[in-house]
């Protein structure tokens, strides 16, 4: 059984920073391409980034935000930096390996988290 756990969310300040992390377990961490998505209210689903040895950004966070991944610990980073209100959402992170879609496609990945609130106050 595949499972993606977040933790790190909370409320902060326009312009502070925070960390999320994913924890996985249940496959091989180190073969998946690992993203994380962010939904805020009303609207879709939307791609941040994304680590497959390479890494991926949305451009609305390149420069602010930077994922990286231990494969020692099957846990996925975001560090979050420079934060701003239009940042507000529940984030996810995802794990998959369907290559033949584009890593910041959520239909490339397979497994979901429950998603972590980041709340951005002006």
């Known amino acids: 059984q595949v499972q993606l756990v977040e933790s790190g969310g909370g409320l902060v300040q326009a312009g502070g920073s925070l960390r999320l992390s994913c924890a996985a377990s249940g496959r091989t961490f180190s073969s998946y391409v690992m993203g994380w998505f962010r939904q805020a209210p009303g609207k879709e689903r939307e791609f941040v980034a994304a680590?497959?040895?390479?890494?991926y950004y949305a451009d609305s966070v390149k420069g602010r935000f930077t994922i990286s991944r231990d494969n020692a610990k099957n846990t996925v980073y975001l560090q979050m930096n420079s934060l701003k209100p239009e940042d507000t959402a529940v984030y996810y992170c995802a794990s998959g390996d369907r290559s033949w879609y584009s890593n910041t496609s959520p239909r490339a990945y397979d497994y979901w988290g429950q998603g972590t609130q980041v709340t951005v106050s002006s």
């Open positions: 680590n497959s040895g390479s890494t």
